[in-house]
């Protein structure tokens, strides 16, 4: 055989080895409806379930500004207070993969808690250079190599575990160890209600790329390096074909137990309107993006044509901003075709929701007309085990009593401030009003206005999305002539408007106008 004949074979053999490397690695994009969103949008098709046709569980809630840790069985819904946890201010709720144990953050004192369902044998989860403000975030680590372990946020950029054995009447707390170190290159946002979701070797939330020093928001995944025995760093974490490195945003992130399926709400800039929920009005779920997987465009196929599900919150409120009807604090259940979120906002409709996502049936699980501000749900169903949920069990200890709250002091507190206008500016409608804030840590707030000097607010015309001030200091909008209020148009011309900065997960994180200004009418 002559060296041309070689030199051929060789070319097209390594032609046909190329293609059939693409065709293996590469993700099957999906063939797109007539409208133009995938085939697995759950747009039309959503419908409301009744909760008693539910399998039997129980979940879990914090309820916004009250203190303690909430609970009630699927169905039929009777609250009660977890005992033991009224001196907390209790965030990111977890349960243990057997049902029986809750672990949160307490707000109030920085700490992490762990408690049984019905109240017993509270503990307090020892944890491991934390810096000052942390840990901010935990939970239940799923399926860890090393056995039950519960992570938690110790600083913006590490990620720490701890062994924790159950199988007693008292928990019993062993190694802990750095599970993520995201070095200078990124940073986990520490917010709690972003979530962040550890299962097997996977780590889901928004792990944002730094910039020259600049923050981009956006979710990330990452893949800890030996079966999750490792530590993940800047080299595991997924990266995108041809980034333009845009925010994206991204919140409540959740994995389902089995880490075979990931769900949030989507952010911006992502995803194709209006196939996408945006305005916080559904969720979507992807598989997870392993290190090794082949690089796709975040912007345009990863909701588009690699994802598993789009789900649109019931009709009545897909149309309303996310002001009005805000769909999220999504939780996996041990069940992979079920997860739990919660609805608030200004139409006083708050309530807890389960979706049977696969089947897109929302199923109200707390009344609407009790209006129950849920920050965070839980949820656990009983599939091959089943223990007793008491309303009135275990007696409380006296011992701890709530930290009486003061603003000055609180470590989360971002200290919000708006500079301009800050009282006395006069400006004309159809002109563009910038309104300048700031904020002394990482945070994520709404803006209002309001134009009866503070009796009623609205949102900020054209702003469609929550703000950080460490990164977006300065909001341009264009004065329009009137607002609707959600009953009728107000006009904003006006001597007595004020702005007002609150902050997304808790509202009593909030500054506003010093005194009034003016919106005059076109001259």
């Not at 149309?319 to 259940?333: R, V």
């Amino acid at each position: 055989m002559n060296k041309f004949k070689v030199g051929r074979f060789h070319f097209y053999f390594m032609l046909i080895l190329s293609n059939l490397l693409i065709l293996l690695c590469d993700p099957s994009p999906v063939e797109h409806r007539q409208d133009g969103c995938p085939p697995y949008t759950h747009k039309e098709d959503v419908t409301q379930g009744d909760p008693a046709t539910l399998p039997d569980g129980y979940f879990i809630y914090t309820v916004n500004t009250i203190p303690g840790l909430f609970k009630s069985k699927i169905h039929p819904y009777v609250q009660a207070i977890i005992p033991n946890t009224q001196a907390d201010r209790p965030q990111s709720p977890s349960i243990s993969d057997n049902g029986k144990w809750v672990c949160y953050v307490d707000g109030s004192r920085y700490r992490i808690c762990l408690v049984d369902i019905n109240g017993y044998n509270k503990t307090i989860v020892p944890l491991t250079n934390t810096a000052s403000g942390y840990p901010t975030v935990a939970g239940f680590y799923r399926n860890s190599p090393m056995g039950t372990e519960i992570f938690y946020l110790a600083s913006s950029t590490v990620l720490r575990s701890i062994k924790v054995d159950l199988s007693g009447e008292k928990p019993a707390f062993s190694t802990d160890r750095i599970i993520v170190d995201l070095e200078d290159k990124f940073v986990f946002d520490p917010d709690f209600y972003l979530q962040i979701s550890v299962v097997k070797d996977q780590v889901f939330g928004e792990i944002c790329p730094l910039i020259n020093g600049e923050i981009v928001s956006r979710t990330g995944y990452l893949t800890i390096p030996d079966g999750g025995r490792g530590i993940g760093g800047p080299a595991d974490v997924y990266k995108w074909r041809d980034d333009a490195l845009l925010t994206t945003r991204g919140c409540g992130h959740t994995q389902s137990h089995d880490g075979s399926l990931c769900l949030e709400n989507p952010g911006f800039n992502v995803g194709r309107h209006p196939c996408t929920p945006h305005s916080h009005n559904g969720f979507y779920i992807s598989p997870f993006r392993r290190v090794t997987d082949p690089p796709i465009d975040l912007f345009t196929e990863h909701i588009d044509k690699y994802s598993i599900s789009i789900n649109w919150c019931p009709i009545e409120f897909q149309n309303l901003t996310q002001w009005d009807a805000d769909f999220w604090g999504w939780d996996f259940s041990n069940r992979n075709d079920y997860v739990i979120g919660r609805q608030m906002g200004n139409l006083n409709k708050s309530c807890a929701w389960m979706i049977d996502w696969p089947k897109s049936i929302w199923y109200r699980l707390t009344p609407v007309e009790k209006n129950i501000n849920i920050v965070q749900p839980s949820a656990f169903f009983f599939q091959n085990s089943v223990f007793d949920i008491y309303n009135n069990q275990a007696i409380t200890d006296t011992s701890e009593k709530p930290v009486p709250y003061d603003l000055s002091t609180d470590l989360y507190n971002p200290r919000y401030k708006v500079i301009k206008p800050n009282g006395g500016e006069v400006f004309t409608v159809g002109e563009q009003c910038t309104v300048w804030i700031s904020a002394a840590k990482e945070a994520n707030a709404n803006i209002n206005i309001s134009y009866d000097r503070g009796i009623s607010w609205n949102q900020l015309p054209g702003l469609d999305h929550s703000v950080n001030p460490m990164r977006d200091s300065l909001i341009i909008f264009t004065i329009p002539d009137s607002v609707f209020d959600g009953e009728m148009m107000v006009s904003t011309v006006s001597n007595q408007c004020l702005i007002q900065i609150f902050d997304y997960g808790n509202s009593s994180y909030r500054d506003k106008s010093d005194s009034t200004f003016s919106i005059v009418s076109r001259k």
